[in-house]
């Protein structure tokens, strides 16, 4: 009944952002298009639930081909101490900056939950190439659908290191419940507004 629950919760509240916040999609897009050259969307394939690829949306916050520059962990042992993000990145465009601030960026996620590939909570998805040094302990966060905020979002954000977010995401797996996804939708309204841990 929770899991019924907690799909009719991401479907309403998914169509609700995407109806209500249509003109800040509109003003964001052209934005976006007056500050480099470039789509208004960034697409990148992401592993989901039980491990099922599936194309994230986000707005594009870097400049074009930025993607291809970044280089992943290379061994498992670099999870602990890896971090997805760095502060000063010199491809993220001046638009950019703001949007991964005010975490704007992850707006076109809704698109995702309302397909039923994300949650509104969850643990983030994981790009494949970190998936693939995960160890059996590690894959229990692919137990449930990826979200667009979760445990680690609320403990840290872009200060914490992937090791660390797989932490937060495995006690996530551990101890849901529908409670503690609303306890954790209403601490990302104050996460995102005090700006803690944006990188």
Do not use: H
């Not at 986000?58 to 962990?73: I, L, N, S």
Request: proline residues 6%; contains cysteine; positive net charge.
């Amino acid at each position: 009944m929770e899991r019924a629950a907690k799909r009719l919760m991401d479907v309403v509240g998914a169509l609700l952002g995407l109806v209500l916040l249509a003109p800040l999609f509109a003003a964001v897009a052209v934005w976006i298009r007056l500050d480099s050259p470039g789509p208004v969307l960034f697409r990148q394939r992401r592993i989901g639930r039980d491990g099922r690829p599936f194309v994230l949306l986000k707005f594009r916050t870097m400049r074009v081909g930025a993607d291809r520059e970044w280089r992943p962990p290379a061994t498992r042992g670099e999870l602990d101490t890896f971090r997805f993000q760095e502060a000063d990145d010199p491809r993220v465009t001046r638009a950019g900056r703001w949007l991964r601030r005010t975490s704007l960026d992850e707006l076109p996620n809704l698109w995702n939950v309302l397909r039923g590939e994300m949650s509104l909570v969850g643990p983030r998805p994981e790009v494949p190439e970190i998936v693939a040094l995960y160890d059996a302990r590690m894959r229990g966060r692919l137990a449930v659908k990826p979200g667009i905020t979760g445990l680690a979002q609320i403990s840290g954000r872009g200060e914490l290191t992937t090791g660390e977010a797989i932490e937060y995401d495995l006690e996530y797996c551990r101890t849901w419940s529908l409670c503690l996804d609303v306890r954790i939708l209403l601490r990302t309204v104050g996460t995102v507004l005090s700006r803690r841990g944006a990188i």
